[in-house]
């Protein structure tokens, strides 16, 4: 026999001793003394390495036990609504769940308040309502907001108490959605925590203003709010911007304490009380008297680019040389001071782009047109083990030298490699190419840029 017709049937002799060890088979006295001198004679060759047991937690079978367990037990917080007459419990939980995802229920639970006594945590009307999802979301159990209000008070509930991770779930959903008028209404209602949510829906109502003026919701926007959405390049007269402040200044009369002492125009009477004011009629005209707008609010409205028409209903509400100097440029005596308001940046930036979940090409681009979608391994990589035999040589021709004695009986070793390999397809390359074709799955996003 050549020698590695030797090595073959010493490694075919040493497998089947592994299987017949494996399967338990008896074998004969005879035979176990021939047995034990290949054994002898293979000793020599490597073991194989011991396999490799790889063990993943599914925490979501975990938990969800918990949750239906979640009010009994020890170390148990209640939250609690609290009424005029009663205390009502909305939900229970373990402290330990608590303190891994609100970084404000672990100082609660963790100090001298009461919360850590008692173990019963007060809770405002608009988190009652939402709290038994916030529970659901913290045991890992799925939610589901019914509507986009439901969505957004469990965001302001993550934000209040710090549930980070609640609340970059709710942020991804509420970018991903088209707002409409009501959306970008209960926004500013509820959602003045973010300033990113505000700048976006100010960017909504920037291109149809008289939806949030002429709303129920405006009188009660504060003031950094409504002086920087006046600000903005609006496609609206400024005669309606002004009957919009005067409306924002009768639910608001403690904003106007930088008028700077302002008196009214001669023949002119200011109101002592400020709920006395007179209402703009449905002509847009004043009563028989009025109150010095504000400055800040006044700088915000642009007088000088009314028709002179316009300008006399303001009258009451502009200092006599505001009045007179906006008279001139509306007579076309004098020019204007600012440029006009059609004339600024837009901050309009809310876009929506259809892309793709899986390979992130977008529908409208000219490049992906036609171009088919990602190609995927649905099946996890893993890595091999296997040994490869190779030859070693002492010298430097590595046999290549026909006459060297040492390349002809080079030294045999065994050598243990690994591979990756993909169970699906069984493909030995890491970055090989998917063996399944994903087809194109359009999403579309909205983008608010709050710059």
Known sequence: LKESDIDRTKTRLSDTLLRMAATFVPIPLGDLLLWDRLATSLGSLPQPPPPIFKLEANLNEVFAPLHAERSSGADIVQFVQADADSRAVVESAHAFVCNMHSSVLKAMLSSVFKEAQG??????????????????????????AQSFADLLALLKTADYYGIDHLKSHCTRQLLTTKWTETDSLAVLSDGS???????????????????????????????????????RKLAIEEKLLFDAAVRWLEKNPGDESDSGGAEAAPGEVAAANPAKRPRLDDAGSSGGGGRIMPKWLRDLILFERMSAKDLKLCKAHLPLEEYAAALEVAAGSSGPSFPARSERESTVSSRSITKCKNCGRQKDDQDAVGVKCNRVHPQKLRTETYREQVLSYTCGHKGRCPTCPRCKKPEQMWKTKTIQVYDCCKQHYQFAQGCKQLEHDWEQLWIADCM
């Open 119 to 144: 173990r019963q945590i007060d809770l405002k009307e608009d988190a009652a309502r939402v709290w038994p999802s916030v529970i659901r979301f913290m045991y890992g159990l799925e939610v589901q």
């Open 193 to 231: 925590f973010d300033p990113f949510l505000l700048a976006r829906a100010l960017s909504f109502f920037e291109q149809q203003p008289k939806s949030l003026l002429n709303s129920e919701q405006w009188p009660l926007l504060p003031k950094a709010t409504v002086e920087h959405f006046l600000g």
